[in-house]
């Protein structure tokens, strides 16, 4: 069967926000992050990274959510609440639920709110190689680590949301590891998420071409 092209498959932004930023001390999802002509904050950086490959987005929210919402200036997104306190897989579960109530033949591209960036290659290769392997997840690889987002095709939501969620999605992973395909990218930023203060100032002192760079 011929694989199918990008513009045979709708794809759901699910962008997840609802922690509380303990190791950062503050909500980190307000953080402001370097944009074109000055900042904007961390969650919006991270929606826009992935936005402009999807149909439609939703954003999982909790800790400050009114706050947290606020930040994204308006963006069209679809607001799905989970609770600040529970397992991430919990609200993994949140957004795959409202994905799949939205379209349920929808792929979905499952990235954390504090993945400020990703190259567009990055995005292009996921959703190529998604293309042809219908029934694998697409996660980005980056010097052997495991990086976001992950596409996740519409015939594997249903089965995530019935998992038991022990050891969360990446347990999930392991344990159905024909199921994940991993994709050896030179994207730096699949990795670099935004979890202590050293983090951030750390990505805020990077050469912004960083990500962008082979290597």
Same mark, same amino acid.
């Given at each position: 069967?011929?694989?199918?092209? =990008? /513009?045979?498959?709708?794809?759901?932004?699910? *962008?997840?926000?609802?922690?509380?930023?303990?190791?950062?001390?503050?909500?980190?999802?307000?953080?402001?992050?370097?944009?074109?002509?000055?900042?904007?904050?961390?969650?919006?950086?991270?929606?826009?990274?992935?936005?402009?490959?999807?149909?439609?987005?939703?954003?999982?929210?909790?800790?400050?959510?009114?706050?947290?919402?606020?930040? *994204?200036?308006?963006?069209?997104?679809?607001?799905? =609440?989970?609770?600040?306190?529970?397992?991430?897989?919990?609200?993994?579960?949140?957004?795959? =639920?409202?994905?799949?109530?939205?379209?349920?033949?929808?792929?979905?591209?499952?990235?954390?709110?504090?993945?400020?960036?990703?190259?567009?290659?990055?995005?292009?290769?996921?959703?190529?190689?998604?293309?042809?392997?219908?029934?694998?997840?697409?996660?980005?690889?980056?010097?052997?680590?495991?990086?976001?987002?992950?596409?996740?095709?519409?015939?594997?939501?249903?089965?995530?949301?019935?998992?038991?969620?022990?050891?969360?999605?990446?347990?999930?992973?392991?344990?159905?590891?024909? *199921?994940?395909?991993?994709?050896?990218?030179?994207?730096?930023?699949?990795? =670099?998420?935004?979890?202590?203060?050293?983090?951030?100032? /750390?990505?805020?002192?990077?050469?912004?071409?960083?990500?962008?760079?082979?290597?």
């Amino acid at each position: 069967m011929e694989a199918e092209t =990008q /513009s045979d498959v709708r794809r759901i932004g699910v *962008l997840l926000a609802a922690g509380r930023g303990r190791r950062m001390g503050r909500t980190k999802q307000l953080l402001l992050w370097p944009a074109a002509g000055g900042s904007k904050p961390l969650l919006a950086a991270a929606f826009d990274a992935i936005a402009k490959v999807c149909h439609h987005m939703i954003v999982v929210l909790g800790h400050e959510a009114e706050a947290v919402a606020d930040s *994204l200036g308006g963006r069209n997104c679809q607001l799905v =609440q989970s609770d600040p306190d529970g397992e991430m897989f919990d609200s993994i579960c949140s957004g795959l =639920q409202a994905a799949r109530k939205t379209d349920s033949e929808a792929d979905v591209l499952l990235h954390p709110g504090d993945h400020p960036a990703v190259a567009g290659k990055t995005l292009e290769a996921l959703i190529r190689v998604g293309g042809n392997h219908r029934d694998c997840a697409v996660m980005p690889v980056y010097r052997g680590q495991g990086g976001h987002p992950v596409l996740i095709p519409a015939l594997l939501v249903e089965r995530i949301l019935g998992y038991d969620g022990h050891g969360g999605l990446r347990r999930f992973w392991k344990e159905n590891s024909p *199921l994940c395909l991993r994709l050896v990218v030179s994207d730096a930023a699949v990795v =670099q998420d935004v979890d202590t203060p050293s983090d951030y100032r /750390s990505s805020l002192g990077r050469d912004e071409s960083g990500p962008e760079r082979d290597e």
